[in-house]
């Protein structure tokens, strides 16, 4: 079938703590499919997502949803059942990706360096830290450092009922010194690393997607050793968990306390974001892939799980 005879529904939207992200990922991706020569549809996902596209009988569904139900499987099973190819990883690698306790767990298996940490319940910070500061509390199943916060000697925040709408559950990870960087991997291939910062401290939700909010540098300027371990721990881990099309690693590398340094493996996103600011439209633009060819690539690979 020809480019302009495929009708690809681009799915954003949703509600979960991300939708403005992948409102503007859907378009973004819209725009470049149509760039390429298909036919596209927007489509604001709701609840009645199953019966829109049961009317639509799109060719293949773009995937640009972030956050549960987009991220976590739960899309990915709608599609399966209704027959239709969609783009991004399956249910399995969606849902355990999407689950960092349990994704750390296979990592960890691996030999994959990830930092320490536990999973505990909000009751237990009502005793005092639930380990020496510095260290960083994370829901378990969001995205795009939704609800992550760093507590440091004397930061007296606690997370409740009132401010943590992320369920019991917390993960608290020690706090790791230096450098933040991520590689994308397309089709099971690594394409680069790079170095973010952000003039705001820390990486979160604001500076990953507000334009000016970070600053990336790429290729990242760390030795080739790390460059190496970071491509490879990435390529591994897309692997590991059977992503399909593209996901994106985040690492954090200490280099100040020996030479050339630690890498610790963060996290897998199996939606990363594509948006104009994001980070793996840019390391396949330095691999010579515009991102209307890239978009293309995902379609052009889509497939349900069988």
């Given at each position: 079938?020809?480019?302009?005879?495929?009708?690809?529904?681009?799915?954003?939207?949703?509600?979960?703590?991300?939708?403005?992200?992948?409102?503007?990922?859907g378009r973004e991706c819209a725009k470049a499919l149509r760039q390429a020569g298909f036919k596209v549809t927007e489509v604001d996902v709701d609840r009645a997502i199953?019966?829109?596209?049961?009317?639509?009988?799109?060719?293949?569904?773009?995937?640009?949803?972030?956050?549960?139900?987009?991220?976590?499987?739960?899309?990915?099973?709608?599609?399966?059942?209704?027959?239709?190819?969609?783009?991004?990883?399956?249910?399995?690698?969606?849902?355990?990706?999407?689950?960092?306790?349990?994704?750390?767990?296979?990592?960890?298996?691996?030999?994959?360096?990830?930092?320490?940490?536990?999973?505990?319940?909000?009751?237990?910070?009502?005793?005092?830290?639930?380990?020496?500061?510095?260290?960083?509390?994370?829901?378990?199943?969001?995205?795009?450092?939704?609800?992550?916060?760093?507590?440091?000697?004397?930061?007296?925040?606690?997370?409740?009922?009132?401010?943590?709408?992320?369920?019991?559950?917390?993960?608290?990870?020690?706090?790791?010194?230096?450098?933040?960087?991520?590689?994308?991997?397309?089709?099971?291939?690594?394409?680069?690393?790079?170095?973010?910062?952000?003039?705001?401290?820390?990486?979160?939700?604001?500076?990953?997607?507000?334009?000016?909010?970070?600053?990336?540098?790429?290729?990242?300027?760390?030795?080739?050793?790390?460059?190496?371990?970071?491509?490879?721990?990435?390529?591994?881990?897309?692997?590991?968990?059977?992503?399909?099309?593209?996901?994106?690693?985040?690492f954090r590398y200490d280099d100040t306390k020996s030479d050339p340094g630690t890498l610790y493996l963060l996290e897998i996103n199996t939606q990363p974001g594509m948006?104009?600011?994001?980070?793996?439209?840019?390391?396949?633009?330095?691999?010579?892939?515009?991102?209307?060819?890239?978009?293309?690539?995902?379609?052009?690979?889509?497939?349900?799980?069988?």
């Open positions: 079938m020809s480019r302009a005879d495929t009708h690809v529904a681009v799915l954003k939207g949703g509600w979960s703590p991300e939708r403005e992200v992948s409102l503007s990922s199953a019966g829109k596209l049961e009317a639509m009988h799109p060719d293949v569904c773009f995937n640009a949803l972030h956050g549960p139900v987009g991220e976590d499987g739960t899309i990915q099973g709608v599609l399966n059942v209704l027959g239709i190819p969609y783009t991004h990883s399956g249910v399995r690698a969606s849902a355990v990706a999407m689950d960092k306790p349990t994704a750390k767990d296979v990592f960890s298996r691996l030999g994959l360096r990830c930092p320490g940490g536990k999973v505990v319940t909000l009751d237990a910070f009502e005793a005092g830290h639930p380990m020496e500061p510095p260290y960083v509390i994370k829901p378990i199943d969001q995205g795009s450092s939704v609800g992550v916060h760093i507590v440091r000697e004397g930061d007296n925040y606690r997370p409740t009922g009132e401010d943590w709408t992320f369920g019991d559950r917390v993960l608290v990870e020690p706090f790791i010194d230096g450098r933040e960087l991520t590689v994308a991997v397309l089709d099971g291939k690594p394409l680069e690393v790079t170095e973010i910062t952000s003039s705001r401290g820390f990486y979160d939700y604001e500076a990953k997607y507000a334009p000016g909010g970070s600053i990336h540098l790429l290729p990242a300027p760390v030795p080739a050793s790390i460059r190496t371990e970071a491509l490879e721990m990435a390529r591994r881990a897309h692997e590991a968990l059977g992503c399909r099309g593209v996901s994106r690693c985040d948006t104009p600011t994001s980070l793996v439209p840019e390391q396949a633009a330095f691999r010579g892939i515009s991102f209307p060819e890239l978009v293309a690539r995902m379609v052009e690979g889509a497939q349900c799980d069988y």
